[in-house]
């Protein structure tokens, strides 16, 4: 029997058992002997029967005088009481259809039992009490019982049982060096999750989850690290020449602002390096990271290098080739756009295959497109830096295609702010780039809820603003009238405004569901200013830059999350427009529409959303597979000491060939990617 062993061989599984545990994640012994109790109940402290407080959960230690099983007249019961006492009194146990237990307590021996005490017919009792003989270690009763995570088919008692059993039959292997357990004080493995499932007191709980913290965080650290050094190892054509970007900066029609400008010197000191660089490009809603990207790109393009820029949507990826090309074509960059409907190159509609021989060839210096660009069949001349916009919004799915990347920068880019001790776990091997502040002139968004009172005053609003020019968004939660619930589709919502509401303007309807052609020729028209109002939803979500539309209405907005509705919103306000955001809401006290109202920053929203959704749930580590159970990533200090030992560890062996157990949990562990 070892870690490996599944858990069906084991003596107190069997078949039927096993299928639970599987059901719960637990394949082998070693699942199990990880598996780790969510909490502990504190039972350590024993009550005297006389001290017993009707109400309260308490634990006795008692003789079983006697017990006897029979069945109720009224309801047809089975009940089962003992008579039990201590030193200081006596008091029964009562037990419902459990018959068999006047066998398992015995008279005259001694219980321990753990359970709140009631009063019925004038008699203090304890009902439904767990039990445990007096053993020379307990394990259900009168110490810091651990509480698993469980479905309904096993019970906290059985699984107990099993835990316990087969703890104390292995002994699980030190694999973290024993230099690192003596400098950080660490507990060894072996004692670690012994004494986590059960711990002999509360101090010793404590030490055995910093170890196995630390093992989460150190686990995580040397894998990142690795990461990184094999990076290193890879090679790309490096650029030697960037004289070329200044009269490039010179022809835009802005000034980059600081953070662009030093995003853009971190990124331009990448490419110059003969190995690839991975980084992440942060910057709120509206920061210019796509200037960023597309000078990036440019640079390599300039150089005879292919680049690529992802988006998560056909829209998107039409969009950001429609705004650069322009961009790329003043100086003879050819860009191609490849999206399982569209495919351009310089702006002219071009057959699919013409599009894959100039990729093949070299002759597109630049592609857009989404994630399918990089599936294995697409052949690039000399593809060097892959930039993927709005990061957060790519799939499990689609990421999973950067592992065809090799030999290439990547350059990550996303709006939502990754928490410094994440940054340096989870995301350890990236580099990071910031856009601190946005381009100067921005005004703050006017945000206020709309209801159904203020709702003609919104529309009147709505309608002298396109009179004066502007253009606005109406959001809706769903794409077609699906539910009773009233909430509002962007199909009816559509004919509602372009017919009742506002009949003498052009409204356009923008969704998922339309074909890719229709969805870039709506939005086209909507960037010339031929509709006046766009009723979308929630695909303009990420990314859409139409920087004259000054209103953002959005129905329902209850029912989106916080990040999202900061996206929503990050559509207005692009320019030196005053611009307007109205949340239209049947819940006013919405805490997210609140966090909204209240800021128009996206790390202080972020740090709002933590504190609603919590970690896990907004990072997406839960999902991606990987899940700190026990570390707390708040723990700063413990990250970046452990980021230091990884680094040392890995000074001196780069390959784990020391470590062997250590190499196989790191190589166990799921891959994790940037939420
Ligand atoms: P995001 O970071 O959300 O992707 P975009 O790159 O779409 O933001 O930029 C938002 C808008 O700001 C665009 O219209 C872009 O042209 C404009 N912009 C970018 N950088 C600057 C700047 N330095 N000064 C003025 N406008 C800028
Ligand atoms: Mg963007």
Known sequence: MDLKTPIENLYLVGPARAKILKKLGVQTLGDLLYYFPRAHQDLTKITFVKDLRPGEFSNIKTRVLEIKSFRTKVRKLTLTQALVEDDTGSLLCMWFNQPYLNKVIRPHETFLFSGKAVIEKNKLMLQNPIYEQEKTEQVHTARLVPIYPLTSQITQKQLRHIIK????KSTIPEYIPEYILKSEKLLDEDAAVKSFHFPPDQSSLKRSKNRLAFDEIFVTQVRVLQN??????????PISDDSRLASKLASLPFQLTSSQQQA????TTDLREPYPANRLLEGDVGSGKTIVAALSVWLMAKHGLQAAILAPTEILAAQHYNNLLKFFADDGVVASLYTSQIQKINGYAMSRQSILNSLADGSSKIAFGTHALLEKKIKFKNLSLVVIDEQHRFGVEQRSVLKNLHNTHLLTMSATPIPRTLALTLYGD?????????PAGRQAIWTKIGTEENRSQAYEFIKKQTQAGRQAFVICPRVEESDKLGV???TAEYKKLAYEVFPQLTVGLLHGKLKASEKEAVMQAFKDNEINI????SVVEVGVDVPNATIMMIEGSERFGLAQLHQFRGRVGRSSHKSYCFLFTTDPENPRLQALIESQNGFDLAEKDLQIRGLGDLYGTEQSGYNFRIATLSNLEMVQRSRTLA???LASDPSLSNYPLLKQKIEAQPEVHLE
């Open 264 to 267: 853009l010197d971190e990124i």
């Open 430 to 438: 990236l580099d990071i780039s910031m856009l601190k502040e946005l």
């Open 488 to 490: 509002k589709s962007a």
């Open 647 to 649: 680094e040392q560890l």
């Open 228 to 237: 990184k050094k094999r990076l290193q190892k890879q090679s790309v054509v």
């Open 534 to 537: 766009l009723v979308a939803s």
């Open 165 to 168: 059993t087969y703890l104390d």
